[in-house]
T-cell receptor, first 113, second 117 residues
Framework: AQSVTQPDIHITVSEGASLELRCNYS??????LFWYVQSPGQGLQLLLK??????LVQGIKGFEAEFKRSQSSFNLRKPSVHWSDAAEYFC???????????FGIGTKLQVIP | DAGVIQSPRHEVTEMGQEVTLRCKPI?????LFWYRQTMMRGLELLIY????????DSGMPEDRFSAKMPNASFSTLKIQPSEPRDSAVYFC???????????????FGPGTRLTVT
């Protein structure tokens, strides 16, 4: 079975600074990988996904993520954080071709002026 | 499209009462998921359906929980009897059929915050 680890429960960055959220997965082959964002009181929204091909994927809201097979990682990045990016971010992993995914515990992002 | 619709948004009930949560998926989506989110356990998949048929209910905590999908536009999650440890936010999500551009993407509803006293 697949599993996903988000090592950072809480991250604080200054507005305008760069951001990197870590995600490590455990799976025998290349899984389907996702990042979702959850604003307070709302459901999750997909930021980006990776199935195969180019290992750098672009998503919405200026986010990108890089798949590194050698490190079993799929880290989320943004070059310049805005106050509106404050939210909780979830990495998710699933077997290729299957709908069921496993979500990480989430990383809560705080943005300070 | 209005997105995934869940009702009620908030539910407060007493221990032992029956609770029914409702979900309307996005039209054309043939996968429907029920999740539970708590601080302690994060986001847990309870059950998911494909074309109204339950595919995997291994996450359903116990017999007190049941889910149905009588048609493509409606699903319910029922807890009977409810207990304080069931307090959580329950999310419904839907996903389009494979082969479409948004395949394997899950679209979440706003959630139902359940409090059992």
């Amino acid at each position: 079975a697949q599993s996903v680890t988000q090592p950072d429960i809480h991250i604080t960055v200054s507005e305008g600074a760069s951001l990197e959220l870590r995600c490590n997965y455990s799976y025998g082959a290349t899984p389907y990988l996702f990042w979702y964002v959850q604003s307070p009181g709302q459901g999750l929204q997909l930021l980006l996904k990776y199935f195969s091909g180019d290992t750098l994927v672009q998503g919405i809201k200026g986010f990108e993520a890089e798949f590194k097979r050698s490190q079993s990682s799929f880290n989320l990045r943004k070059p310049s954080v805005h106050w509106s990016d404050a939210a909780e971010y979830f990495c998710a992993v699933g077997p290729p071709g299957y709908q069921k995914v496993t979500f990480g515990i989430g990383t809560k992002l705080q943005v300070i002026p | 499209d209005a997105g995934v619709i869940q009702s009620p948004r908030h539910e407060v009930t007493e221990m032992g009462q029956e609770v029914t949560l409702r979900c309307k998926p996005i039209s054309g989506h043939d996968y429907l998921f029920w999740y539970r989110q708590t601080m302690m356990r994060g986001l847990e998949l309870l059950i998911y359906f494909n074309n109204n048929v339950p595919i995997d209910d291994s996450g359903m905590p116990e017999d007190r929980f049941s889910a149905k999908m009588p048609n493509a536009s409606f699903s319910t999650l029922k807890i009977q009897p409810s207990e304080p440890r069931d307090s959580a936010v329950y999310f419904c999500a839907s996903s389009p059929p494979p082969g479409q551009g948004a395949s394997y993407e899950q679209y979440f509803g706003p959630g139902t915050r359940l409090t059992v006293t």
